[in-house]
C-alpha cells in the first residue's frame, strides 16, 4: 500500500517541520593514554606535560564539595602571548561534578593548575586520532 507524500507540518507558535531520515555518521572512538594523574586537596600547580607536537589533551576532573573549583592548562612559555594558548579555563564550578574538557595545543610546555579549597582528583590524557 502507498503512503501519501510526506507534507510540512507547522506547530502552534513554531518553525516548518519537514520530515528527514537521519543516519548518524561513521566515527572510529579516539584511543587515549593516560599522561598525567594526581589528587590533593586546595590549590595546586600539576607537574609540567611537555608536547612534541600539535596535541589534543583531555583533561578530566572529579571534585565532590559545594566550594568553587577551577582548573587552568597554562603555556609555561614566556613569549606566549597568543590568548588561545597562554591560560585556558577548562572547568569552573561551584558545585560538586565529575567531567572532562577537550583542548587542542600547540606544542611547547604546559602546567595544569587547579584553583579551590576542596578535594580533587584530575587525571589527563593525550588523544590519539
Known amino acids: 500500500e502507498e503512503l501519501p507524500p510526506a507534507a ?3 506547530t502552534p507558535g513554531g518553525p516548518t ?3 528527514a531520515s537521519f543516519a548518524p555518521p561513521q ?5 587515549a593514554s593516560e599522561i598525567l594523574r594526581q589528587q590533593g586537596q586546595g590549590m595546586q600547580t600539576l607537574p609540567t606535560i611537555r ?7 583531555r583533561v578530566h576532573w572529579e571534585q565532590r564539595e559545594e566550594k568553587s573549583f577551577r582548573i587552568w592548562v597554562v603555556n609555561t612559555d614566556p613569549n606566549q602571548t597568543d590568548p588561545r594558548y597562554k ?7 561551584k558545585v560538586p561534578s565529575i ?4 583542548s587542542t595545543l ?9 584553583e579551590t579549597e576542596a578535594g580533587w582528583l584530575v587525571w589527563v590524557e593525550r588523544l590519539e586520532p
Do not use: C, H, M, N
Not at 566515527?27 to 584511543?31: A, G, M, N
Open 106 to 114: 600547540i606544542p611547547g610546555e604546559y602546567q595544569i593548575q587547579v
Open 8 to 10: 510540512p507540518t507547522r
Open 51 to 57: 608536547l612534541e607536537a600539535e596535541t589534543t589533551l
Open 27 to 31: 566515527t572510529t572512538p579516539q584511543q
Open 17 to 19: 517541520l519537514t520530515p
Open 87 to 93: 591560560k585556558i579555563s577548562v572547568a569552573f564550578t
Open 99 to 102: 567531567g572532562y574538557t577537550d
